[in-house]
């Protein structure tokens, strides 16, 4: 459950991060322009999990936060992954629509502002969708795309609906939606999960079609078997209610 709305407090973008000490600077030169621009239309705040990192991270990151006040920094003891990761951030978090999105470069921090212009008042989500057909990849390695793309695929076969990218950490969430769809798993699952259950649960997506990007520092967490391993048990499991009673379908359509 996320706190209350902070009086003022418009926009949280919350960024995990594991082991990204080479990152750090660029957030600064490339996040902080843009937080800047978005704070003469409305108050943001910038909500760093450093998730357990064994580098540099978290001290970069507090000494970050020391000249910028719109910075908060939180510190797991150690590393629990992307979900939980997730979940402390949006447990401190205080604004109306929050913003999720990765430290390493693979959404650029300057498409915040054209995500956030597909917010309406009938819409509850918007995510990033490079496996639009207006979308794309650049340099993406084989494996990522095989995982991810094949993923999203049977999401949206298994959900139902017309979102075509579900594996997208680079996300804008009106605050109702986090507040009634709980981060469950600990792993990069939770990305999948949010957008499955909240689509399940009747809240209208729009996609943004945009570029997913190669990784620009440092190297990917990602265990590609384990997480395979947990996406399909997880769709097991929503094939399994399927087959009990008809999923719920949502109450307004993904645009």
């Known amino acids: 459950m996320t706190p209350p709305q902070a009086a003022g407090i418009d926009l949280s973008i919350i960024i995990p991060c594991f082991n990204e000490g080479p990152n750090v600077a660029r957030l600064e030169s490339t996040l902080l322009p843009i937080v800047a621009d978005l704070s003469r239309r409305e ?14 991270t978290p001290q970069r ?3 970050l936060a020391v000249s910028h006040p719109e910075i908060a920094v939180v510190t797991h003891g150690r ?3 992307l979900g939980a990761a997730l979940r402390t951030g949006i447990a401190v978090a205080r604004g109306a629509w929050i ?12 498409e915040i502002p054209t995500l956030l212009a597909h917010r309406s008042p009938a819409i509850d989500v918007v995510t990033a969708s490079p496996y639009h057909p207006r979308g794309g990849v650049e340099n993406v390695p084989a494996y990522r795309l095989i995982l991810s793309r094949g993923a999203s695929t049977l999401y949206r076969l298994i959900v139902g609906g017309q979102v075509h990218t579900y594996t997208a950490l680079f996300r804008a969430y009106r605050r109702e939606v986090l507040e ?6 600990d792993g990069f699952l939770a990305v999948a999960q949010l957008l499955a259950e909240a689509i399940l649960g009747g809240y209208a997506v729009a996609e943004y079609p945009t570029v997913l990007h190669v990784r620009r520092y440092g190297q990917s967490k990602a265990k590609v078997a384990r997480i395979m391993r947990a996406h399909l048990r997880y769709m097991a499991s ?3 209610a399927r087959l009990i009673s008809p999923l719920p ?6 645009l």
């Open 61 to 63: 990151l507090r000494a």
């Open 43 to 56: 108050r943001v705040e910038v909500i760093l999990v450093d998730d357990g990192s064994r580098d540099d």
């Open 180 to 185: 009634n769809v709980p981060v469950r798993s």
């Open 79 to 81: 590393n629990q992954g």
């Open 99 to 110: 913003v999720t999105t990765d430290a390493d470069g693979t959404y650029r921090f300057a």
């Open 238 to 240: 929503l094939l399994a």
């Open 249 to 254: 379908r949502p109450s307004r359509k993904p």
